[in-house]
């Protein structure tokens, strides 16, 4: 069974910094972009940034580009995302996902594998 595992979320002041890190167990997702994803309470779940995956393309939504960062670790079936400038409307769960990239390109994967979340508390 493939799963996906988040970890690296917590508490953390605004204008500071965390790490994600999301584990694929059961398969490798070597050859699958990676995506991170956030819902904030009341809200919609939202994009927030993909990576190729052979690491060498990014894609970021404009409220995260500049402060956020996705790369990957293939040999250790990881992907991460850095946080950094943290503010108080990046509270949210973050969920990572996994996609195939099809002929569209990176922003149009579909993501057929998900995590369960790990939690960002940014406070002001």
């Known amino acids: 069974q493939a799963l996906l595992i988040e970890s690296g979320g917590g508490p953390v002041q605004a204008g500071g910094s965390l790490r994600l890190s999301c584990e694929a167990s059961?398969?490798?997702?070597?050859?699958?972009?990676m995506a991170w994803f956030r819902q904030a309470p009341g809200k919609e779940r939202e994009f927030v940034g993909t990576?190729?995956?052979?690491?060498?393309?990014?894609y970021y939504a404009d409220s995260v580009k500049g402060r956020f960062t996705i790369s990957r670790d293939n040999a250790k079936n990881t992907a991460y995302l850095q946080m950094n400038s943290l503010k108080p409307e990046d509270t949210a769960v973050y969920y990572c996902?996994?996609?195939?990239?099809?002929?569209?390109?990176?922003?149009?994967?579909?993501?057929?594998?998900w995590g369960q979340g790990t939690q960002v508390t940014v406070s002001s």
């Open positions: 996902a996994a996609g195939l990239e099809g002929m569209y390109g990176l922003a149009y994967v579909r993501y057929d594998y």
């Open positions: 059961g398969r490798t997702f070597s050859s699958y972009a």
């Open positions: 990576i190729s995956w052979r690491g060498d393309r990014t």
